[in-house]
Nanobody
Framework: VQLQASGGGLVQAGGSLRLSCAASAVTFGTYNMGWFRHAPGKEREFVASISRIGGLTYYADSVQGRFTLSRDNAKNMVYLQMNSLKPEDTAVYYC????????????????WGQGTLVTVSS
């Protein structure tokens, strides 16, 4: 599976961005999808994940209520809508995928895309 993330950029605190991830898999609907982020000087962290048909999502506490993850299996796309952005959301965001039934934090993801940089200015 090849993953191509896009949509990052520079935004002021309180603003919004939408990240997109295009997947190459013919069987996209068999993969759980998610996002991680890596900020300078910090460990990589789980952001959100969504089940294969979109019925179940998990969010990190730090983004709960501000970020919304969705997917369009007909288009092989995943979207991360990020609202009320904070400077601490600044990071490189990575789209990830895994097969099987489990997803969420603490799960190993099989496929990683290249990152897209999100910078939130104060």
């Amino acid at each position: 599976v090849q993953l191509q993330a896009s949509g990052g950029g520079l935004v002021q605190a309180g603003g919004s961005l939408r990240l997109s991830c295009a997947a190459s898999a013919v069987t996209f609907g068999t993969y759980n999808m998610g996002w991680f982020r890596h900020a300078p000087g910090k460990e990589r962290e789980f952001v959100a994940s969504i089940s294969r048909i979109g019925g179940l999502t998990y969010y990190a506490d730090s983004v709960q209520g501000r970020f919304t993850l969705s997917r369009d299996n007909a288009k092989n796309m995943v979207y991360l809508q990020m609202n009320s952005l904070k400077p601490e959301d600044t990071a490189v965001y990575y789209c990830v995928a895994k097969g099987g039934s489990r997803h969420g934090p603490g799960v190993t993801y099989d496929y990683w895309g290249q990152g897209t940089l999100v910078t939130v200015s104060s």
